[in-house]
């Protein structure tokens, strides 16, 4: 496993054991990757026992891990899909060398289908601690999509920040005969939202310079860009998490102020 993982161009960590004799507790090599890849010093973890059953137990209970007991192709696939699973858990029992390896190529091509997902992942993450959470945004006319996205984001810690494009930046981004409505009266209905703990006005066209310094723990954005997207667009730090939540269809300001154009 490991010279086909170098093979490929992964940089690979073997944690043991070295030797065939004699025998030793699985939970221990469990725990000992599943921190690493809690501490994000190492992004994936693979770990192979008889089945892989007692190290996968090990492993997710480790905050911060999701381990796969993979056995098949299916689950190989479907467990970062749908699971973003960050630990992969083989049986040598099971399945020989040639499979497991097939496996494991499979479960890290794979990429997590983070625009369905996302929600239903945050569910298992552990009980958020003191999290400084941001979202940005014009929010001229809110709608369910603004309310299901800050109640996702406010869902993700402890205390929800929301960046607020001013009247001039809002302009320049929706056009001359937006907003609708000021930035002090947006600002208002924001902050009677339950999920919504502070708004910050900002006038700069892109929302990097506040980011950078509030340095939030968590940055949500409403779109159909994928993290990584989202990171290069607004020069977002590596030690900040981006979180995407999926727009909700049929549902943005310019859709409601069309409607009511037509009536």
Same mark, same amino acid.
């Given at each position: ?104 190529k499979a479960w890290l091509e794979q990429r997590f289908?983070?625009?369905?997902? #996302? +929600? =239903?992942?945050?569910? !298992?993450? @552990?009980?958020?601690?003191? /999290? ?97 997207? #989202? +990171? =290069?667009?607004?020069? !977002?730090? @590596?030690?900040?998490?981006? /979180? ?20």
């Open positions: 496993m490991k010279a086909y993982l170098k093979s490929e161009g992964f940089r690979c960590v073997d944690l043991g054991p070295y030797e065939k004799t004699p025998s030793v507790d699985y939970n221990d090599y469990a725990r000992q990757l599943g921190t690493i890849v809690q501490a994000k010093e190492g992004e994936w973890g693979i770990l192979i026992c008889g089945t892989g059953m007692g190290m996968s137990i090990v492993a997710n209970k480790i905050p911060g891990v999701r381990a796969a007991l993979v056995h098949n192709m299916e689950t190989a696939l479907k467990s970062r899909e749908h699971n973003d699973t960050n630990v992969l858990c083989l049986g040598a029992w099971i399945n020989d060398e040639a499979h497991n390896l097939e496996l494991a289908g983070e625009f369905r997902h #996302v +929600r =239903r992942v945050e569910r !298992i993450a @552990p009980q958020p601690q003191r /999290k400084i959470i941001f979202a940005n945004g014009v929010f001229d006319i809110l709608h369910s999509g603004h309310i299901q996205m800050l109640k996702f984001a406010k869902s993700l810690g402890e205390y929800l920040v929301v960046g607020l494009n001013s009247d001039r930046s809002a302009r320049e981004l929706k056009g001359s005969d937006r907003p609708i409505n000021s930035e002090m009266d947006r600002k208002a209905v924001l902050e009677s939202l339950k999920y919504v703990d502070e708004v910050l006005v900002f006038d700069e066209p892109t929302v990097s310079n506040l980011i950078n310094e509030l340095q939030p723990h968590i940055v949500v954005k409403g779109g159909e860009w994928t993290a990584e997207e #989202v +990171r =290069r667009r607004d020069k !977002i730090p @590596p030690n900040i998490e981006v /979180k995407v939540f999926p727009l909700v269809a049929n549902y943005s300001s310019t859709l409601v102020i069309q409607h009511i154009k037509n009536q």
